[in-house]
């Protein structure tokens, strides 16, 4: 499908460095991918990279945002496209600030190619203006970050000031959200309908911060949005490698997911899985689990030793979204507040500020091993 990449960065509507993101894109063959989540999930990490979004968090948004004045504008108003795009060149300003000399991005290249991008995915490059709860929703879902941050101010702006969530609110969330898949090709998988908001949220009950939670981060959570924490998780597992040989296409070792099949035993890597190559012995009929982590057999023997031992069940699982009170919070002050460094390594993880995008090193959720 690359020709529907260079139909749409060559329509008339997106500058050269654009035409250049969506070839790009599809050199990298996504659309050979076959379920519509993964697929999704990986265009949107290569948005995520290629932009460097993934070196701005949640928290550093939130303050270009209260920087530019966003904050104190009613979230239905619409701002300038000039505006807009001074609001992305101080991401990048602010990033540059915290980056080493040598690491240092180029915030005009960046910042039109993010322009161009968002006012494509909101279809208003023509009308000069773009509402101010597209570019909140769009940031926040794009930015890095871990998704119950998104999600917490991702309900700030959709609660009432008794901190119930306010229906139409959440529909024009929805219908926001869901052009972000769009603007990689992939409405019809992920389309909006009138009756979506209701299907999340059936009931005439208040909805609190707790419920909003609860349901958005369920596995498995809203159809439409599955792709949502399947981004975060291919962020989080990507450089996870597997020091065995993928029986299809006998590759030494490999990053990402692994696939084992259950009725074979067959162990593939995440591309083989994904594009559905097979071997002699499997098939693409065989149930297959995904995994995010590896075990040696001899750990998984040991292990399977010390649970013979045991006197004690295993505890219950428990839910792992923490309850937040359910009363308004208050708005905090954030004029004093230092962002973070983004770089990985200053807080304790490798370096993954490469300009290079590795096809390879995609993820997803499994809390499986074998």
């Known amino acids: 499908m690359e020709d529907n990449y260079r139909g749409m960065a060559g329509g008339g509507r997106m500058n050269e460095h654009s035409a250049q993101l969506f070839q790009e894109m599809g050199c990298l063959n996504f659309d050979n991918i076959r379920f519509s989540s993964y697929r999704t999930a990986c265009k949107l990490r290569f948005v995520q990279k290629k932009l460097y979004l993934h070196t701005i968090d949640i928290w550093n948004v939130i303050e270009a945002f209260r920087e530019n004045g966003l904050n104190a504008i009613e979230p239905q108003s619409d701002v300038s496209v000039a505006r807009f795009e001074t609001l992305l060149s101080s991401l ?3 990033l540059n600030k915290r980056l080493p000399v040598l690491q240092q991005v180029h915030v005009e290249v960046l ?38 941050d998104k999600l917490r101010y991702i309900f700030s702006q959709l609660c009432d000031c008794n901190g119930h969530l306010v229906a139409w609110k959440f529909n024009e969330y929805l219908q926001d959200v869901l052009a972000i898949p769009a603007a990689v090709l992939e409405s ?25 939670m ?20 291919l962020a989080a597992v990507e450089n996870t490698s597997h020091p065995i040989t993928c029986d299809v296409c006998r590759r030494g070792s490999f990053t990402g997911f692994r696939y084992r099949c259950a009725k074979c035993g067959t162990q593939m890597c995440q591309e083989c899985f ?97």
């Open 111 to 148: 910042s039109g190619l993010l322009l161009n991008w968002l006012l494509s995915a909101y279809a208003v490059e023509s009308l000069g203006r773009i509402r101010v709860f597209s570019i909140k929703v769009a940031l926040a879902t794009m930015c890095s970050g871990k998704l119950m």
């Open 214 to 233: 609860d349901r958005m981060m369920s596995d498995p959570g809203p159809a439409p949005l599955v792709w949502l924490p399947l981004l975060h998780r």
């Open 274 to 370: 994904w594009w559905g190559r097979t071997n002699g012995t499997h098939t693409l009929e065989h149930e297959v689990k995904e995994y995010t982590t590896y075990k040696s057999p001899s750990k998984q023997i040991g292990h399977s030793l010390r649970k013979s031992f045991r006197c004690v069940p295993d505890k219950a699982k428990v839910n792992n979204i923490p309850r937040f009170p359910e009363e308004p919070e208050k708005t905090l002050n954030l004029s004093h507040i230092v962002p973070p460094s983004p770089l990985p390594s200053h807080n304790g993880f490798p370096d993954m500020l490469s300009n290079t995008y590795d096809a390879s090193s995609m993820d997803s959720r499994s809390t499986s091993t074998a």
């Open 92 to 94: 990048y300003h602010n």
């Open 188 to 212: 019809p998988s992920f389309n909006y309908t009138d009756t979506l908001a209701q299907e999340i949220f059936s009931g005439n009950g208040k909805v609190t911060v707790n419920d909003f």
